[in-house]
């Protein structure tokens, strides 16, 4: 099972939007509905923060919404803020063979 | 508020056993629609997926490791842990625990644990 694809960087000026996205396959984004977008900072706990897609835990700020369409998936950071810089992972439920895959990662940056 | 930490060795032998342990605070490790899990991540490369455990002690393994991984469970201790066989320096990298809620998403990390698999 291959990784998902996530762009390498993305950047934006505070204010601004930055949207990301993570190409699966119709095994896996394409399939289900089980797609799920993580913030971490260096050093930290990777940090939940959309499922389902569009699912917001509790107490994450409204800027981060997610969307999909075919095998891709994207994250949308709304008005950027200097704490938004960090690295975003996506994963997505495959139901078979692995099970869970995830992309390589995208590194924002605030500018 | 539920934390997890990740302890082991960081240096392991090419051939040796990679031994880690996760401790769970804030949280039973029999809560229900609950599964732990190992996820890690080598240097400039994807995380990976490598196994989960059931409250019940089930367990499921990434293909591509199965032959070489064990995940167990401590209730007792309320700790989950992994056994990685047979290393090589390919496994090498950052190890993470995290909680796996409803099958399908990771609501909780630990800050993972660097391990090299060199001589």
């Known amino acids: 099972q291959s990784a998902l694809t996530q762009p390498p960087s993305a950047s934006g000026s505070p204010g601004q939007s930055v949207t990301i996205s993570c190409t699966g396959t119709?095994?896996?984004?394409?399939?289900?509905?089980?797609v799920s977008w993580y913030q971490h900072h260096p050093g930290k706990a990777p940090k939940l923060i959309l499922y389902?897609?569009?699912q917001r835990p509790s107490g994450v700020p409204d800027r981060f919404s997610g969307s999909k369409s075919g095998n891709t998936a994207s994250l949308t950071v709304s008005g950027l803020q200097a704490e938004d810089e960090a690295d975003y992972y996506c994963?997505?439920?495959?139901?078979?063979?692995?099970?869970?895959?995830f992309g390589a990662g995208t590194k924002v940056t605030v500018l | 508020q539920v934390q997890l930490q990740e302890s082991g060795p960081g240096l392991v032998q090419p051939s040796q056993t990679l031994s880690l342990t996760c401790a769970v605070s804030?949280?039973?490790?029999?809560?229900?629609?609950?599964?732990w899990s190992w996820i890690r991540q080598p240097a400039g490369e994807a995380l990976e997926w490598i196994g989960r455990?059931?409250?019940?002690?089930?367990?499921l393994y990434n293909p591509s490791l199965k032959n070489r991984v064990t995940i167990s469970l401590d209730t007792s201790k309320n700790h989950f842990s992994l056994e990685l066989y047979s290393v090589t320096a390919a496994d090498t990298a950052l190890y993470y625990c995290?909680?796996?809620?409803?099958?399908?998403?990771?609501?909780?990390w630990g800050r993972g644990t660097m391990v090299t698999v060199s001589s």
């Open positions: 455990i059931s409250t019940s002690g089930s367990t």
């Open positions: 804030g949280d039973s490790i029999n809560s229900g629609q609950t599964y």
């Open positions: 119709s095994s896996d984004v394409g399939a289900y509905n089980f």
């Open positions: 389902e897609v569009t």
């Open positions: 994963n997505s439920y495959t139901g078979t063979n692995n099970f869970y895959v």
């Open positions: 995290a909680r796996l809620r409803n099958g399908v998403m990771f609501d909780v």
